[in-house]
């Protein structure tokens, strides 16, 4: 080994960054889809892939706008969508100790797969590598297809006759289920879907997602209470 | 316009939440309540998206070729299916039910 990270070679880093860059990019075919078979055009849809490029905030935003949600309601579910990548960030400054100067390029790759690659990383080195080759490869690819999935959807047509438009949901349960660990998880799920679900037909399109954020708050609200009195009852034995 | 509008604000307020992690002195964020409360809100979020995007049409409540092919993604992820097998399995499921005429 003549890179200088210990136990891990840096091709080893490349191949397992470049896994990742490719399955996660490839899936740009199914936003470009979904966004286009939503009414956005082909240019509204790239331009999203090229500057907002968090997939779960961008799928958020064109599914609230194809239901007919303002453009407020609609861009602040897919901002709270976003906002677990500046968690990331705090991982990954410290961990890549980036110079200052690199940070504001470095910010607009900060997403899920670059993150779950630099974690992963022995070394300081190695966590860069990962960084880089997976944001490179991610980055060009979730564009490429993006651009070819709303070019094949325009192609097409209808694409709910393709079913095309379950994409949508099923990246969304794709991106939860790793998520729902504990019991915590998945008392939060639960009562988010009854909120989103039950909400919709009586508030404006886009508000019941984010009165079903609520069930975050609400369940953690819950655990502490109980923690709160189970810690008395301890007490007062 | 209104579609430029909500792309503009998605992209601003995206891009400022990621360089924001980077910036903020590692303390800030770091309170234990904070931490939970953000781990947990994608939860929230990405429940009621599936749930709504699987169940509604038009900002009504319906059961259509989408739960089908919702409930194909769930087995694929049990069985530890790869992504695109996941949406992929979504998607044929959902378009083989609509051409059965449901």
């Known amino acids: 080994m003549r890179d200088g990270s210990p136990g891990k070679p840096d091709a080893a880093v490349v191949r397992d960054a470049l896994g990742v860059g490719i399955a996660v990019g490839l899936s740009g075919f199914a936003f470009g889809v979904t966004s286009a078979g939503s009414g956005l055009s082909v240019l509204q849809t790239c331009v999203l892939s090229l500057l907002v490029f968090t997939g779960a905030s961008q799928f958020a935003l064109v599914g609230a706008l194809a239901a007919g949600g303002n453009p407020f309601t609609a861009a602040a579910g897919a901002f709270f969508l976003g906002t677990r990548n500046a968690f990331y960030g705090l991982r990954l400054s410290q961990l890549l100790a980036l110079p200052k100067a690199v940070r504001p390029f470095a910010a607009h790759w900060v997403i899920d797969e670059t993150t779950a690659v630099s974690l992963a990383q022995p070394s300081r080195r190695a966590a860069r590598i990962g960084f880089t080759v997976t944001g490179i490869t991610l980055y060009v690819l979730w564009n490429v297809t993006t651009l070819l999935g709303a070019l094949g959807a325009e192609a097409i047509g209808d694409t709910a006759a393709w079913g095309l438009d379950a994409a949508g949901p099923a990246v969304f349960l794709a991106l939860l289920a790793p998520m729902l660990k504990s019991a915590t998880e998945r008392a939060t799920a639960g009562i988010a879907v009854l909120l989103g679900l039950g909400l919709l037909p009586v508030l404006p399109a886009g508000v019941p997602v984010l009165a079903a954020a609520l069930a975050a708050p609400a369940v953690l609200w819950a655990q502490g209470r109980r923690r709160a009195s189970t810690g008395r009852e301890k007490d007062s034995r | ?102």
């Open chain 2, 1 to 102: 316009m209104n579609v430029w509008i909500a792309i503009a604000l998605t992209a601003a307020g995206c891009y400022l939440v990621k360089l924001a992690g980077l910036l903020v002195p590692a303390g800030a964020l770091e309170r234990p309540l904070v931490q939970r409360l953000a781990a947990l809100l994608p939860v929230a979020l990405l429940a009621a998206l599936t749930a709504q995007q699987t169940f509604s049409a038009g900002g009504e409540l319906v059961l259509d070729a989408r739960a089908a092919g919702l409930a194909a993604a769930a087995v694929a992820l049990v069985l530890r299916a790869p992504f695109l097998v996941v949406v992929g399995a979504a998607v044929v499921v959902t378009a083989g039910v609509r051409a059965l005429g449901w």
